[in-house]
């Protein structure tokens, strides 16, 4: 039972016995005499529950996955001054340099940067779209759509290193990875053309959008449309089956994670049948802390403390291709992925939701502990 | 969090929470990271928990027990429970090994002690606190950890041999000290410990 797992993985401000619920209740009993009627029950059972409840108040493997990671040491932004208070004149002194520099000079800098990148993209697709379907409207749609990403991830400073380009997701597969934040998008893009999928915004969002797919396909739905997983999963079906399009860009988490785990794979694009081609990446927090926390940034203010951060410094790993293996269900090829990424990319897999971040957790995971406390004090059924 | 530094240093004295704090908690970086988690559990940001701001963690949502887990943190009544009652709370699983670093004789019995962790314990089951764990306590608590999938009869039969085993007077309840003694050969300090790492 892979919840056993989700209990016991381990942390780093406590240190857990890690041990399996039968490992521990059984050392609890060892202890005590065996009964010997019907029902093997001892009162030290519920000392199991109880310190796995205390521990997961102490520190549980969620709820610090939606909040930004705590450094080791401080890199002169208030924004990650957690644990660190004032410490003397000089490093007041050279923070509010820092600030001067990353406000003053760096962000207009930046921002023109953006504005250029994004008026590009905008102008250029427009325009390209209203040549005739050629090669050489794909070719000049994809330096469009470089050049512009190109030009934001200046916008940001970011520093990108990309590991074994030989495994480049191909043309009719689709390319999933982990997901911090919008910026992944501007990462990946800069090292090729993807076909994007999501929902059409309205905004400044659905004016680039709109203009994206008049020159190269993407897959955009409207709201009523990602309901109906059917015709979510149809689209997606077409669009691989078609080997002159881009290879598609998803992120199966769902929601943005804070870049120090990866957490439970949606099956639904592991259901098309397509090659899928996993990448992992890592972004580096010392410069600039690149998750976005909806709950507590919107899209603008998030923006802004990107602009203000010292750098983006990520990398980026391409996995060799996988494809669902006979006998295996989307499922578990879901999570043979993910293992995959966290492993390369030094994060922690877990198996929870990341659905968790706004919703409350399914009760059939107690209905599994209690399951199987029960086979430990009545025996097999 | 900006905030919360700005909170700990001007609002709330915390040098007086951090003295007032080491009487239970001994290790200065220990009662930061505790109270930095307190302030992130802490959504309506007013100082205090309640027992949503508790259920909003996953793990603790999906244990058996995590209702009873939760209701050791409330005093009686209560449905608020701030910095100071969380600490005392999760102090008593501090290991005992720590209390030989901290011996103040005239602070009575530590929280984290031997007797004191089985008490925390009785009390889980013990929840009208009248000293006795009765059939329906014993009861109710057998049914959260085993759920739906052992009949009335045969867990009234458990309830029933388990009083059998403990209850030496003959009342039909499990008194603390009833408790204490069937209990005395389990490892209470280990198993009712957790490490509080840095």
Known sequence: LHFNHLIMQTTTATQLDDGSMEEEIGELRRSHPKSLAGGDFTLCDAFYFCKKGIESIVEDQVTQRFTSEELASWNLLTRTNNNFHYISVRVTIIWGLGVFIRYCILLPLRVTLAVLGLSWLVIGTTLVGLLPHSNVKTWISDLIHVTCYRICARALSARIRYHNKENHPKKGGICVANHTSPIDIVIL???????????????????????????????????????????????????????????????????????????????????????????????????????????????????????????????????????LQDGEDAVHFANRVKSAIARQGGLVDLFWDGGLKREKVKESYKEEQQKMYSSMIVGQD | RWRLFSDLLYKHNFSEIIQRASKIFVSHSQITRLYSRFHSLDKGENGALSREDFQRIPELAINPLGDRIINAFFPEGEDQVNFRGFMRTLAHFRPVEDNEKNKDPSAGEPLNSRNNKLLFAFRLYDLDRDDKISR?????????????????????????????????????????????????????????????LH
């Open chain 2, 136 to 196: 329906d306590e014993l009861l109710q608590v057998l049914r959260m950890m085993v759920g739906v999938n052992i009949s009335d009869e045969q867990l009234g039969s458990i309830a029933d041999r388990t009083i059998q085993e403990a209850d030496t007077n003959g009342d039909m309840c499990i008194s603390f000290s009833e408790f204490i003694k069937v209990l005395e050969k389990v490892d209470v300090e280990q198993k009712m410990s957790i490490r509080f």
């Open chain 1, 189 to 323: 893009a800069n090292d090729g053309c993807y076909a994007m999928v999501g929902q059409i915004h309205g905004g400044l969002m659905g004016v680039i959008q709109r203009s994206m797919v008049r020159s190269c396909p993407h897959v955009w739905f409207e709201r009523s449309e990602m309901k109906d997983r059917h015709a979510v999963a149809k689209r997606l079906k077409d669009h691989v089956a078609d080997k002159t399009k881009q290879p598609i860009l998803i992120f199966p988490e769902g929601t943005c994670i804070n870049n120090t785990s990866v957490m439970m794979f949606k099956k639904g694009s592991f259901d098309i049948g397509a090659t899928i081609y996993p990448v992992a990446i890592k972004y580096d927090p010392q410069f600039g802390d690149a998750f976005w926390n909806s709950g507590k940034y919107n899209m603008v203010s998030y923006l802004l403390r990107m602009m203000t951060s010292w750098a983006i410094v990520c990398n980026v790993w391409y996995l060799p291709p996988m494809s």
